[in-house]
DNA sequence: CTTATTGCAAAAAATTTGCAGGTAA
DNA sequence: TTACCTGCAAATTTTTTGCAATAAG
């Protein structure tokens, strides 16, 4: 586990355990939106008796201390990844699952917009539509 | 149920039952997002021994017909609304769990520039943040 | 009449919780 | 040594499916 996360668990007084070292570890690594279920697998890898539990509780408990983000790109699961510095958003092609991260300023003036008008700040923003070149095999992220 | 809903399902062969017309009609006079349990509540309250699966069973089947829209307004449960003429998109505030629909012509230069710079076209949007006024409750829609 | 549709019960999928034993600090 | 953390199993929550009975067209 990188220093940041170690770090900031031990300040808080939470302990550093294996378990807690690969669920990071496989986030940092994939760069990816993963389930529960994927990291999961992906712990076993290298640690086979790893619990489903385990990787939810430490998954809660992450995203708790914003080391990691829960993002939701479509119904039904929840996906994972690792909270950067740089926020960032989502394009999803709901035709071929395909997801693309853009930043802030691809955002044009929306944020502005919407501050101004609305008296809504942006934090996080996911657009669904889908991607002009695409092959059209409608999966799901 | 109106007759907008009524002839597409015959016209495509389904048959109108007193289920699917208070489905749609507890859609069409909430006119908020509800999730399937919420539907089945209400569709009870008329006709008491309607089950959860023939709700679930016909929110898939008007949304595959474009009569509702799933969205997804955060992570853990389907919402549902009559699907509009006019699209909608959301924001939804992550203090006090408020929702705001707003148009098109809000989004400013967004979709064309997603468009031209990253070749997608947005359809829905859905804009995580808070809103300025908010009491900070931190309920989920 | 015909077969799409429903209710029921049971399965599946996704997530959470209680608890006793294990282990980081 | 202490109490946080884990694995396991069982409970919840949300959604799906099989099947016989029912009702729409």
Not at 73 to 93: D, I, K, Q, W
Request: hydrophobic share 35%.
């Amino acid at each position: 586990m990188t220093h940041h996360a170690t770090q900031t668990l031990l300040e808080l007084g939470y302990r550093m355990t294996p378990q807690r070292t690969l669920v990071w570890d496989v986030l940092r690594q994939s760069g990816e939106h993963l389930t529960a279920e994927q990291i999961c697998a992906r712990v076993q890898e290298q640690f086979p008796h790893v619990n489903m539990s385990t990787v939810y509780r430490t998954l809660e408990l992450l995203v708790e201390l914003n080391l990691v983000k829960e993002t939701c790109l479509g119904p039904s699961r929840r996906y994972y990844e690792v909270e950067e510095e740089v926020p960032h958003h989502h394009l999803v092609c709901e035709h071929c699952g395909k997801i693309v991260h853009i930043h802030d300023e691809d955002l044009g003036n929306l944020p502005r917009l919407l501050e101004r008008e609305q008296g809504f700040v942006a934090e996080e923003l996911t657009v669904f539509g889908h991607c002009l070149d695409c092959g059209g095999d409608h999966a799901h992220p």
